[in-house]
């Protein structure tokens, strides 16, 4: 049962664009959720979360959104540089971080 | 060191052989994780501890899997018995502290673990 879902694998932006990574979850019961982003050889390093009663946060170029009624979040990346190129991965939170299966972004010089 | 470290960063070992993976975690951060991650997934849960007991161990995949926490601190990761299913980059994380608040969790390099 994948309660955590990121259904696009891959995503390929152009620099400069905006980047919009999607995840959907199932279980009602999570208050926290946060985004990684993880290099190749390397463990997921923290980019940026939000609390459940919230439905905007914003640190620079990355903003989440929580919209709680579709159990939806996403990570907007704005402007796209070539140093997000990397696999990003949601979690959400009861007690502990269950993932999604992560994305692919290739931002395109 | 300031962040979460791991030990080894890469072992190979022989199918049937046991293993031990080390996580030193943030001084400080009472929550500890584990997690697996295969090929093309997302990290998929272990265990967590708080402190020094074992708050949640539903995601062990069978009684091969222990973990140990005794100090509250460095946290080992036993398998036993390995078999090739259980190659995967083994990934611990540590956080300030557990459920009800909000802290990111910090994860160690990971441990590439390959069965032959």
């Known amino acids: 049962d994948q309660q955590v879902k990121q259904n696009s694998p891959s995503l390929s932006v152009q620099e400069g664009r905006i980047s919009i990574l999607n995840c959907d979850y199932t279980?009602?019961?999570?208050?926290?959720f946060l985004w990684y982003k993880k290099y190749p050889a390397e463990g997921p390093t923290f980019l940026i979360s939000?609390?459940?009663?919230?439905d905007k946060n914003e640190d620079g170029r990355f903003t989440v959104f929580l919209n709680k009624s579709a159990k939806h979040l996403s990570l907007h990346i704005v402007p796209s540089q070539p140093g997000d190129s990397a696999v990003y991965f949601c979690?959400?939170?009861?007690?502990?971080?269950?993932f999604g299966t992560g994305t692919r972004l290739t931002i395109i010089p | 060191g300031a962040g979460v470290s791991q030990t080894p960063s890469n072992k190979v070992t022989e199918k049937g052989k046991y293993v031990e993976l080390r996580c030193d975690p943030i001084?400080?951060?009472?929550?500890l994780y584990w997690y697996r991650q295969s090929l093309g997934q997302g990290p998929e849960f272990l265990i967590y501890?708080?402190?020094?007991?074992?708050?949640?161990d539903s995601g062990l995949p069978n009684d091969r899997f222990f973990a140990v926490r005794p100090e509250g601190s460095v946290s080992t990761l036993k398998i036993q018995r390995t078999e090739r299913g259980d190659s995967a980059v083994y990934l611990c994380?540590?956080?300030?502290?557990?459920?009800?608040?909000?802290?990111?969790?910090?994860f160690g390099q990971g441990t590439r673990l390959t069965v032959v």
């Open positions: 994380a540590s956080s300030l502290q557990g459920a009800g608040v909000n802290t990111e969790a910090f």
């Open positions: 279980n009602s019961m999570f208050d926290y």
């Open positions: 939000i609390s459940s009663i919230k």
């Open positions: 979690a959400a939170r009861r007690e502990k971080l269950t």
């Open positions: 001084s400080g951060h009472t929550a």
């Open positions: 501890f708080q402190g020094t007991g074992a708050a949640d």
